[in-house]
């Protein structure tokens, strides 16, 4: 046998012997069990050819780079989520003479939630508040430096009306608490407005709603007070008495008190929770210059442009005062809320003792320093030349913020994307060259894959909303309310398993075609981001400011295939998964942040979402969203592990586990105290009156308003208990009747009014007395009857209108938006009143050929909220039936209708 690469001479004429070498064919490439070479080994990546080696490495290292970004979530993400400073005592405030001092917050907290629930109208609310507000602020003006400030106390009582949602929002004797801080010898008309409300919930102490924010102001109020340094302009400082009605007090400052035309800039505290950081969730609009304050004042910033569009879109349950100062004050502003633990918002456990320390010192550090920045600027004595435009903002774990103009923003989406698909053609045009394939075969081949990757987000999509509807349908939904564990195999893995799905299939199916298995990892990385390129194009061309996550995705892909080609990792076999790991670090930080955000801010807002609607969906979609953003450019290195469809099949089995687990009672969502299921409860009384005024119908009911999914569950597993008492769907009512006849309290339970119950009593509650409606006049003229009324009843009532058949609303007292707008009926009108009792007069006026004839139904529903030692003991004992678990806004009210 022939020696291989030896020298021999076949030369046979004697001339000089040439060389002849002996080349042993090219060595399989991948190593068989005796091949010195592993899949790490130098020689293995810096010599071999990735566009023909098939080398994997190893599967059990695939936990391990799993386990990476685990312990990334959970020590970096987890971390910043909970941050809260070290808060400062009494003692410390010698050594810190400029600083906001949470102990002393604390205990004006302390003395706020003593008063227990402060619900307008309430004593609580009227005459103690007001009286404590007086007497801390009396305390601070004996303290403050007198010669540099002056403080102004206005106890504003208003009256008015507004269009809010689908109902007439109306007012009478409301009270504001406003102060006004001015440094002496200012001379300007232009202020700062700060607000909050001191009002809560019926049952609740509202120590985070809204009482944190209430006792932040009044610190702020105190150390301005005694500070050296004076403000260069007032501020206003707005405790407002009646948020939650909803938002009618602010309503009443902003058009109609003398100084609201001279407050130029907001800023708005409120709370969906009562611990952690306060977000910035609203801005401007139209005012850049309030970001700059927030970037240059706050340490730690914590802001969101997605979750300020999530919220003005109406997706979630609640409202907050800034709406009124931007559309009846056109005050631009900054929105701040409280969002963690939003379980035991509105409820009874909203207590002192749940607000954190930290949470107050966070608060009031961030506030202070802002107060100080904007009250101190130049824009604030006319902030009109400083509109730029809407602002994108958003901060980056609190280490720094990011803001910029939604003009800005738009070319940042453009140029990023077409940086990004240039950066993409260079990359595989680099690809062809190496593996000696004409560029259009590898083009083609990039197409492939670019339609397998959009078919694999669609799957995910897909899957996501298949388990959606899956839960809804077994009985099964909100079981991450009280497991947020679960959220991981319902949602987040099967985003995964879209993912990697497809890719793994093809993967497998071509292993000796043209590319190697690396150069088809890196091409399914690229594919993906001319995904999210493609949503970056959709979104933005669509107006949505917060399309700048997917932007932020293509951009550090980007710098990832850039640095691949400067340094020709992209040819090199593994070590492209060095720069790809490397640019994934801050972008899958970042979206982790905030989608662990958005989710614990929206589970708990799902348990009061109604149920009316499928709460997976949301869920399922921002899961979604933010596992493709974290993993979608990190899939594709697990393609390049050693059994790659075992991987991909124990995620199914995962999923598959999950849903057997949730569909048992270890997915019950419900839990006493932290995850509370809630219901609205009244026992009321329903008189319905003929149009000669005879009675019609005079029944004891309970109302019953569910707030989530799973509450017909529980309604008829009390029912069951009860035996004898037949619940009824009121839609069925609402649909034959013009008025529904139901003491609906606000817009929301008339929105939601086909999706209540009620079933009747067996006895009437133990009403004070019923609203008084009294006709004092009707006048009829040339095909029109006008009618004019007098009411009297309790704090909170509601009015109901509906024309019959041949009749026209044409005008009325109330806001005339319906009418102008032709809105169908029926008409709800909400009033309440605080310390002012006088009957409320109002007149309808129709078009009739008939005015002798019915015209026009009315109805009338009573609020008695804050009485509950008037409950009968038929009412106490139908709440007793609940579980533990629920929590119950009980109260009594009446509902009586007439026609005339």
């Known amino acids: 046998m022939e020696e291989p690469n030896t020298i021999k001479n076949d030369s046979s004429d004697g001339s000089q012997p040439h060389l002849k070498l002996h080349i042993p064919p090219r060595m399989a490439t991948t190593p068989n069990k005796s091949s010195p070479l592993s899949p790490f080994s130098p020689k293995s990546i810096l010599s071999a050819d990735p566009f023909e080696d098939k080398t994997k490495m190893w599967w059990y290292l695939s936990p391990v780079f799993v386990g990476i970004w685990v312990i990334l979530y959970f020590s970096v993400v987890m971390t910043q989520i909970h941050y809260l400073p070290t808060p400062l005592l009494i003692e410390d405030e010698k050594s810190n003479p400029d600083s906001f001092i949470a102990e002393n917050a604390e205990q004006y907290l302390l003395q706020l939630t003593s008063l227990g629930p402060r619900v307008v109208g309430s ?123 909803p938002l009618q007090a602010s309503h009443g400052f902003i058009t109609q008190h003398k100084w609201a035309k001279n407050c130029k800039a907001l800023i708005n505290l ?144 453009y140029t990023f994307s077409v940086i990004g698909l240039i950066a993409i053609g260079a990359s595989v045009w680099s690809m062809a060259k190496k593996c000696g394939q004409s560029n259009l075969t590898v083009y083609k081949n990039f197409g492939i894959i670019f339609g397998i990757q959009l078919l694999s987000v669609l799957l995910a999509i897909g899957l996501n909303f298949a388990m959606a509807a899956f839960m809804d349908a077994v009985g099964s939904p909100l079981v991450w309310y009280g497991n947020p564990w679960s959220i991981f195999g319902l ?128 869920v399922s979609l921002i899961t979604f969203v933010f596992t493709w953003l974290a993993s979608g450019f990190l899939t594709p290195v697990l393609y390049l592990f050693k059994m790659t469809r075992t991987i991909v099949a124990a995620i199914f089995v995962v999923i598959i586990m999950f849903i057997i687990v949730c569909v048992t009672p270890a997915g019950f969502p419900y839990m006493e105290r932290y995850a509370v299921q809630r219901f609205s409860v009244l026992h009321s009384r329903r008189v319905i009156h003929n149009y000669d005024m005879s009675v019609k119908l005079d029944e004891p009911i309970f109302y019953i308003d ?40 606000n817009h929301r339970w008339f929105k939601n009014r086909y999706t209540a119950y009620y079933f009747t009593a067996e006895t009437n509650p133990q009403l004070p007395y019923l609203p008084k409606l009294t006709m004092t006049n009707k006048a009829i003229s040339s095909g029109k009857v006008k009618y004019e009324f007098e009411l009297t ?78 409950f009968s003991q038929e009412y106490k004992d139908f709440l007793s039936l609940f579980p533990k678990y629920v929590y119950n806004d009980a109260r009594f009210s009446s509902y009586e209708s007439w026609i005339y």
Not at 554 to 565: D, S, V
Not at 712 to 734: D, F, S, V, Y
Not at 864 to 869: L, Q, R
């Open 123 to 245: 004593d609580a609310n009227e005459v103690k508040t007001i009286q404590l507000l007086t007497n801390i602020v009396n305390d601070i003006r004996l303290k403050s430096r007198t010669d540099l400030y002056d403080i102004e106390v206005d106890i504003q009582r208003t009256t008015g009306n507004y269009m809010h949602w689908e109902m007439v929002n109306m007012y009478r004797g409301l009270q504001n608490f406003v102060i006004k801080f001015s440094p002496k010898n200012v001379t300007t008309e232009s202020y700062l407005l700060i607000n909050s409300h001191f009002d809560s919930k019926p049952g609740s102490p509202g120590a985070g709603d809204d009482g944190a924010m209430v006792v932040v102001m009044l610190e702020i109020l105190r150390k301005l007070s005694i500070s050296k340094s004076p403000l260069s302009y007032p501020v206003v400082f707005l405790l407002n008495g009646a948020e939650e009605n």
């Open 270 to 413: 409120d709370a969906a929770g009562n611990m952690g950081r306060e977000v910035l969730f609203q801005s401007g609009p139209n005012h850049p210059w309030l970001m700059r304050h927030y970037h240059s004042s706050v340490v730690k910033p914590f802001a969101t442009t997605l979750a300020e569009e999530i919220f003005q879109a109406g997706l979630l349950p609640s409202d907050t005062d800034f709406r009124i100062f931007r559309d009846h004050g056109s005050v631009p502003g900054l929105d701040f809320a409280l969002w963690d633990n939003g379980f035991s918002y509105h409820t009874k456990y909203d207590k002192f003792d749940e607000v954190p320390r930290g949470t107050l010192q966070n608060t009031g550090d961030n506030m202070l320093n802002l107060v100080r920045s904007i009250a101190t600027g130049k824009e604030l004595e006319d902030p009109e030349p400083y509109s730029e435009g809407h602002v994108i903002f958003y901060d980056v774990l609190g280490w720094f913020l990011v803001f910029y103009t939604k003009t800005v923003g738009i070319a940042l989406n």
């Open 491 to 618: 949602y987040i893995c099967p985003t995964l398993f879209g993912l990697a799905l497809l890719p793994s299939l093809y993967l497998e199916h071509t292993r000796k075609q043209i590319l190697s298995l690396n150069a088809k990892s890196q091409l399914f990385a690229h594919a993906n981001c001319i995904v999210m390129i493609l949503f970056t194009i959709v979104l933005t061309a669509m107006g949505f400011r917060s399309s700048y996550i997917f932007m932020v995705g293509t951009f550090f892909h980007t710098i990832c295939i850039i640095l691949n080609l400067l340094t020709m990792f992209q040819n090199k076999q593994f070590l492209w998964i060095f720069w790809n790991i490397l640019s994934q670090i801050l972008p899958f930080l970042y979206f982790a942040y905030l989608g662990t955000f958005l989710l614990r801010t929206l589970i708990p807002m799902k348990g009061r979402g109604g149920s009316g609607s499928n709460p997976e969906i949301l």
């Open 706 to 745: 569910p707030e989530d999914r799973r509450a017909l569950q529980t309604l008829n597993e009390i029912m069951a208990m009860t035996k004898k008492l037949e619940l009824h769907r009121i839609g069925k009512e609402c649909e034959n009747e013009r008025l529904c006849k139901f003491p609906f309290f």
């Open 793 to 870: 009843g309790p704090h909170h009532m509601g009015i109901f209108l509906a024309p019959v058949e041949t009749a026209k609303i044409t005008s009325w007292t109330f806001n005339t938006t319906m009418l102008d707008k032709n809105w169908s009926s029926p008409f709800f009108m909400y009033l309440s009143w605080g310390v002012d009792s006088t009957p409320y007069q109002f007149f309808v006026e129709l078009e009739t050929q008939a005015p002798n004839e019915p015209v026009l139904e009315i109805g009338i529903g009573g609020h008695w909220i804050f009485e509950p030692e008037l």
